[in-house]
């Protein structure tokens, strides 16, 4: 045994499902719990084979090898989790292969394509709106169904919503009322399945990234991860922009805390957990991407990015 391999890691034993982790946040999630040691059932609807509405090329065959390749162990499945009977049967799979369930991340999306902005709820498309409640609400209500009592079996389970934006910051309007109910339910999700879970030993909480360098927004930019300052030009606040494995070492942080009943219920960002547990982003600094923008963008504070970061 090498001196690498005896090394012992937080979530050595411990099993993970990451609900939505082809790519972004949900892929960056499931490779830092592996990182710490965990099994990581990765789910998604695109695979090599077939591609979701989004559309993208990310699989969750990639998502589950990368966790592998950090030293946990992945396990890529197919999953609508729209599909109750698809989702029940993954729990299945996951009891009778290892009996157990330690952390469950509800990071299901993919409706960034079907918004309209600055238009009244009588001016969008009606089904577009509906479908962004269904990726939101009900895939995270199904997921938590059918996989909480396995959560619950043994003290100590973590449960993690994973929405766009911390509970004050969603207090803003968000341009568009499906949208605008899409992001907040994750917020109350947590709130109630804290009350819920709290009996057991349990966790719930709400976990936002802040200014997400994901993919989509890389190509968006037409940037890489490598040469993203580039594009701060175009939007100057991309300067306070996080990785993907910012939120990634959050959610591995209070998996690890044998005090994280601390955050239960409650609604926080990457950047706040970064100051209580010290990690840093893979360029080495803590983006506080809710401090800038509500210090410098709407509070008109006379201060850049850099200082927030």
Known sequence: MTAAESVVRPLDGKVALVAGATRGAGRAMAVELGRAGA????TGRTTRERR???GRPETIE??????TAAGGTGIAVPVDHLEPERVRALVER?????????VLVNDVWGGDHLLEFDKK???????DGLRMLRLSLDAHAITSHFAVPLLIRRPGGLLVEITDGTEESNRAYRGNLFFDLAKYGPIRMAFGLAQELKEYGGTALCLTPGF?????MLDYFGVTEGT?????????HFAIAESPAFIGRALAAVASDPERARWNGRSVSS??????????DVDGSRPDCDGYFRDVVFGGVAASAEDYR
Do not use: C, M, N
């Open 62 to 67: 990639e998502t589950a090898e990368l966790v």
């Open 39 to 42: 099994v990581v059932y990765a």
């Open 271 to 280: 950047g706040e957990l970064a100051k209580v547990y010290g990690f840093t």
């Open 94 to 102: 996951i009891d009778r292969d290892h009996g157990r369930l330690d």
């Open 212 to 216: 997400l360098r994901s993919e989509e």
């Open 121 to 127: 709820v009588w001016e969008v498309k009606l089904a």
């Open 52 to 54: 979701s509405e989004v």
């Open 228 to 236: 993203w300052r580039e594009a701060i030009g175009k939007e100057p």
